[in-house]
Every structure is written in structure tokens, then in C-alpha cells.
């Protein structure tokens, strides 16, 4: 059975106190693996996709990477506004994602 | 995203009365998915849809049932309200399935007491 686990579950960082999360999984073939932000009140919101092992992509403060077991989502000198809930999926079939529990960042001014 | 609504946003329901849960789209996907998120256990597919008419099962899909008629709208049922179905639900739609990720609504939250 496919299994997506992130950790830590929650992460208090003071702004510009670097990080990372982990997303690591368990899939029979890799068919991608996806990065989600989700403010409190609202949907996800996608941010990355990684499809390969030692594929990065960036976005702002955000940077994800891929191995053949996890993947991480480095935030380089947050800011308060990158406080919320990412989440990780990786595809379980053609048709749906299966989704970690998600870890909650709170960034501190 | 104004590509996909979900109505109502809220609500509250007696327990062991039904409720529908409604998804529309104007993006012409052919996916659509719905899901509960609840502390400690993320988001967990209940229904998804690859087509009018071509509905399957998710993870956790008693007690619900869906249907889509057409290609815009997906909905979903509680049949009889439970306490344990209080959740916040969420709708999703894919254009290539999980080749590009999902949109997802703003969520419905529902009450049951």
C-alpha cells in the first residue's frame, strides 16, 4: 500500500531561521511527487511537481528536492506570509493522490 | 479558485439527515475528486469521478455516494449524517488526472450535531 509521511508535524521558526520538511514515501513506481500549500480556511494550493530523483525546483523562498524515498521542501529566510500547512502527495494510481497529514509552519516576526 | 465552486461553505445538519455537497467546475476536466481533511489524518479520498456517469471509490467512502450527471458538476451525499462524518470537504479537479496535480475548491465544512 502506497504511504506518504511527513514530518515534523509542526514547525515554529523565527524569521529568517532557515528549514526543511521531509515528505518520505512508500510507492510501487514513482509517477511523481507533489508539493501543496494550504492557508488556513482554503484549498491546497499547488506548488511543485518533481517527477525524478535530483530534480529541484524553486519558488521564491521554496525549494524542493527529490530522492528515490523523500523528498524536502527547503525554506531559505522565511517570512511570516510562508506561515501555513504544506502538504506532499504522490500519485497511487493513473487517477488519485494519496496526501500526507501535512506539516503546519508558523514563522515568527 | 474560480474555475471550481464548492456550495454550500458551510453548514450544520442533525445527525440521520442527508446532505448533498456540491462541486462545479468551468474548467471542462474530466477528474473530479472529493476528500475530508481532519486533524491527524490530512486530506483522504472519499469519491472520485473519471467521467459523466464513471464514479469509484475512495479510501473512506461509507456512509457517502456521489454522482455526476454531467460534466460540471460532481455532488456528494451523505445518506443518513453522522457525527463522525463533521469534517471540512474538499473537491478537486484534474485535467490529466494526477499528471499535473489537482485545483481545489475552497471546502465545505459541515457540522453534524
Known amino acids: 500500500e502506497d504511504q506518504v509521511t511527513q514530518s515534523p508535524e509542526a514547525l515554529r521558526l523565527q524569521e529568517g531561521e532557515s528549514s526543511s520538511l521531509n515528505c518520505s514515501y512508500t510507492?510501487?513506481?514513482?509517477?511523481?511527487l507533489f508539493w501543496y500549500r494550504q492557508d488556513p480556511g482554503k484549498g491546497p494550493e499547488f506548488l511543485f511537481t518533481?517527477?525524478?530523483a535530483g530534480e529541484e525546483k524553486e519558488k521564491e523562498r521554496l525549494k524542493a528536492t527529490l530522492t528515490k524515498k523523500e523528498s524536502f521542501l527547503h525554506i531559505t529566510a522565511p517570512k511570516p506570509e510562508d506561515s501555513a500547512t504544506y502538504l506532499c502527495?504522490?500519485?497511487?494510481?493513473?487517477?488519485?493522490?494519496?496526501f500526507g497529514a501535512g506539516t503546519t509552519v508558523t514563522v515568527r516576526a | 479558485d474560480a474555475g471550481i465552486t464548492q456550495s454550500p461553505r458551510h453548514k450544520v445538519t442533525e445527525t440521520g439527515t442527508p446532505v448533498t455537497l456540491r462541486c462545479h467546475q468551468t474548467?471542462?476536466?474530466?477528474?473530479m475528486y472529493w476528500y475530508r481533511q481532519d486533524p491527524g489524518h490530512g486530506l483522504r479520498l472519499i469519491h472520485y469521478?473519471?467521467?459523466?456517469?464513471?464514479?469509484d471509490k475512495g479510501e473512506v467512502s461509507d456512509g457517502y455516494s456521489v454522482s455526476r450527471s454531467k460534466t460540471e458538476d460532481f455532488l456528494l451525499t451523505l445518506e443518513s449524517a453522522t457525527s463522525s462524518q463533521t469534517s471540512v470537504y474538499f473537491c478537486?479537479?484534474?485535467?490529466?488526472?494526477?499528471?499535473?496535480?489537482?485545483?481545489f475548491g475552497s471546502g465545505t465544512r459541515l457540522t453534524v450535531v
Open positions: 478537486a479537479i484534474s485535467g490529466s488526472g494526477t499528471g499535473a496535480g489537482y485545483t
Open positions: 510507492v510501487s513506481g514513482l509517477r511523481g
Open positions: 518533481l517527477y525524478s
Open positions: 502527495a504522490v500519485p497511487s494510481n493513473d487517477y488519485k493522490l494519496s
Open positions: 474548467e471542462n476536466h474530466r477528474y
Open positions: 469521478s473519471y467521467g459523466v456517469k464513471d464514479t
